[in-house]
């Protein structure tokens, strides 16, 4: 298992922008697959993002689709989501997770997990 580490949240005004990274700890990062979820109060965790263990391959939301950039760095074992364009819809606590499978967007997929960072947008 890989253990992961998010940062980058805080309080942004509509339309801002933040960046959230997520640092992994091991030597096999490049290994997996890794995904952005977030969970408003009240909500399910839901999927924000996903990129493929080499970076050829993204996977997004509709609802963030052409404001929200994932990326990684596998020298670095990070991970990335720039966010744009920010809505209060927004706000939420964005959790990192990674996985070894194929299934990207899948909440069950992903067994490792960061403890969050809270984003919150006003508006």
């Known amino acids: 298992q890989v253990q992961l580490v998010e940062s980058g949240g805080g309080l942004v005004q509509a339309g801002g922008s933040l960046r959230l990274s997520c640092a992994a700890s091991g030597r096999t990062f490049s290994s997996y697959a890794m995904g952005w979820f977030r969970q408003a109060p009240g909500k399910e965790r839901e999927f924000v993002a996903a990129?493929?263990?080499?970076?050829?391959?993204?996977y997004y939301a509709d609802s963030v689709k052409g404001r929200f950039t994932i990326s990684r760095d596998n020298a670095k074992n990070t991970v990335y989501l720039q966010m744009n364009s920010l809505k209060p819809e927004d706000t939420a606590v964005y959790y990192c997770?990674?996985?070894?499978?194929?299934?990207?967007?899948?909440?069950?997929?992903?067994?490792?997990w960061g403890q969050g960072t809270q984003v919150t947008v006003s508006s």
């Open positions: 997770a990674a996985t070894l499978g194929t299934t990207m967007t899948t909440i069950r997929e992903f067994g490792s």
């Open positions: 990129i493929s263990w080499s970076g050829g391959s993204t």
